[in-house]
């Protein structure tokens, strides 16, 4: 059975938290914590995940778990996210290739 990858579905939540600040709905990620009832920690996480190269998370959202199978952990991908410019993103990336390749 195929389903979204957890990490697609996390970085599909930070752009929707990102939004919902961006139209005013809360204040700031601190708000954004409190109403979720998350740490201020947990938020500052998800939001790591939108310094991805642009085509990083386009193959993020693509990303499956097939048969409770996760591709990656959260906590790799945050790694690829501080990894510095885009470049070295996507050289860090590469690095966990083929277990990041998008299941088409």
Do not use: Y
């Amino acid at each position: 059975m195929r389903r979204p990858a957890k990490v697609a579905r996390q970085l599909a939540l930070a752009h929707h938290l990102q939004a919902a600040i961006e139209r005013g709905l809360v204040a700031d990620q601190a708000a954004l914590a409190r109403k979720l009832g998350l740490t201020r920690a947990r938020v500052t996480q998800l939001f790591d995940l939108l310094m991805l190269a642009a085509d990083l998370q386009e193959q993020v959202l693509a990303l499956e778990a097939v048969d409770g199978a996760e591709p990656m952990a959260e906590r790799t991908l945050r790694a690829v996210a501080h990894a510095g410019t885009w470049a070295e993103q996507r050289a860090a990336w590469e690095k966990l290739l083929p277990c990041a390749t998008p299941n088409r």
